[in-house]
């Protein structure tokens, strides 16, 4: 059998990080772009949700929706905005400030770009800005354009003392888009650090799936 006080270590770390989660569902119109100064390079499509840590997270997000422009079905893609939000233990949901139906709205959209976040929790404290490309590329590249704007004096920054306690996803490889996936790879972490016989191991991980 497994020590019971690495069991219940175990258990206790399992129940204070289901607690301590930032949980953002993201609308179908909003493509996530970057965490925490992380660009995301490995995901295509969609990102509908996003777990967090406590704290101060920065997202950077683009409005995308296929709609009619000049008599055509295409996809709008409006400016990037970093919105910087302050929230613990809450589930929050984060969309458009307006309902983009067509070409008239987007380039409403693109004269004030914005998102609302809203918590289940009540109240939420968030900033948002809209982040400038300088070039005229194709391409860019949001963790050097980051590192930019967090040195200016825009609402949304994240100064070097808040950087220095921001949290990161939680998971192995960066971003986990389902809530249990998370708290699966926090098990496997914390697991991981406990000094165990294969007997126990086998025996932990029967038990971990049976959860």
Do not use: C
């Not at 609308?27 to 100064?37: K, S, T």
């Not at 499509?45 to 997000?61: A, E, K, M, S």
């Not at 289940?120 to 070039?135: A, C, H, I, N, P």
């Amino acid at each position: 059998m497994i020590k019971k006080t690495s069991l219940s270590l175990l258990v206790l770390m399992l129940a204070y990080t289901a607690q301590a989660d930032v949980i953002v569902n993201i609308d179908r119109d909003l493509q996530l772009l970057a965490i925490n100064g992380e660009e995301l390079t490995g995901s295509f499509g969609h990102t509908p949700q996003v777990t967090l840590g406590d704290g101060i997270n920065q997202l950077v997000f683009r409005a995308e929706k296929v709609i009619h422009m000049g008599g055509n079905k295409n996809k709008y893609k409006s400016p990037a905005i970093v919105v910087k939000i302050v929230a613990n233990n809450s589930q929050l949901l984060v969309q458009p400030s307006i309902n983009i139906r067509d070409e008239t709205m987007s380039k409403e959209f693109d004269r004030n770009p914005g998102v609302t976040v809203i918590s289940q929790q009540g109240k939420v404290e968030y900033t948002q800005d809209v982040l400038l490309s300088r070039g005229m590329g194709l391409f860019r590249d949001y963790e050097k354009e980051l590192v930019r704007f967090n040195q200016s004096n825009s609402v949304a920054a994240v100064s070097l003392r808040e950087q220095s306690v921001q949290n990161t996803p939680h998971g192995t490889e960066g971003y986990q888009y389902n809530v249990e996936t998370s708290k699966v790879e926090q098990l496997k972490v914390h697991f991981s650090q406990l000094k165990l016989s294969d007997e126990e191991k086998k025996a932990f991980l029967s038990w971990a799936v049976s959860q």
